[in-house]
């Protein structure tokens, strides 16, 4: 939901890209804040690294005015950072998750590109404030209540800043079709990482943390 409305920022605002840089570190942080934190112990360094490189990278493409590529970034951070929160001394990061990870980030972003043209992605905006409520199917998410509730009114907030924000003077799409491109794409990514192996119970033990 952040990187849509991230990217629904950097698709649609007309203000110079430095303007956009800090709404663009706060949903980085705030990703990692939600990957890491959760696991109750601080990223070792190169997990840290990892994910916060590609990041500092893609800045001084944004300054370059390519901040598009920024944005694209946030659609499959939330699955990188949860491939990296299961990479151990114990558990090497698998290459070919890796290239799985980067095959889907590429679709990822050719669906919110060409979005505009074919705007069969667009409703997967109406997605984000549905998928909290069937995830409440499921006893442990049900235990959650205050985190089902702030995903809900996340994505509900999604939905509503998309149909007021005017489509700027030559563009070829609204708000909400650029949106709806990028919440389609990032749920996909998304949906593949909740699928990745976890950790073994022992392993977590050892490591103090319950992943």
């Not at 849509?4 to 570190?25: E, N």
């Not at 942080?29 to 990892?50: D, E, K, N, Y």
């Not at 997605?127 to 009114?153: K, N």
Request: glycine share 10%; with cysteine; proline share 9%.
């Amino acid at each position: 939901m952040i990187a849509s409305l991230t990217l629904l920022v950097f698709g649609l605002s007309q203000v110079p890209v430095i303007q956009l840089l800090p709404w663009y570190v706060v949903a980085y942080l705030l990703i990692g804040a939600c990957i890491f934190v959760p696991t109750r112990r601080p990223p070792s360094l190169r997990q840290a690294t990892a994910f916060l490189l590609p990041g500092a990278l893609l800045v001084v493409l944004a300054l370059l005015n390519f901040g598009l590529w920024a944005g694209g970034w946030l659609l499959g951070l939330p699955a990188w950072g949860l491939l990296l929160s299961r990479w151990t001394p114990a558990n090497p990061l698998p290459v070919l998750q890796v290239l799985k990870f980067l095959g889907l980030l590429v679709l990822g972003l050719l669906i919110f590109t060409f979005n505009v043209i074919f705007v069969v992605f667009s409703p997967g905006l109406f997605v984000l404030p549905i998928v909290p409520l069937v995830r409440l199917a499921y006893p442990e998410y049900r235990a959650r209540p205050f985190q089902a509730g702030v995903e809900v009114l996340l994505g509900l907030a999604v939905v509503v800043l998309a149909f007021p924000i005017p489509t700027p003077e030559g563009s070829w799409s609204s708000s909400w079709i650029e949106a709806g491109g990028a919440a389609t794409a990032g749920l996909m990514i998304e949906f593949w990482a909740c699928g990745l192996p976890r950790r073994s119970k022992r392993l977590q033990l050892n490591n103090g943390a319950i992943v």
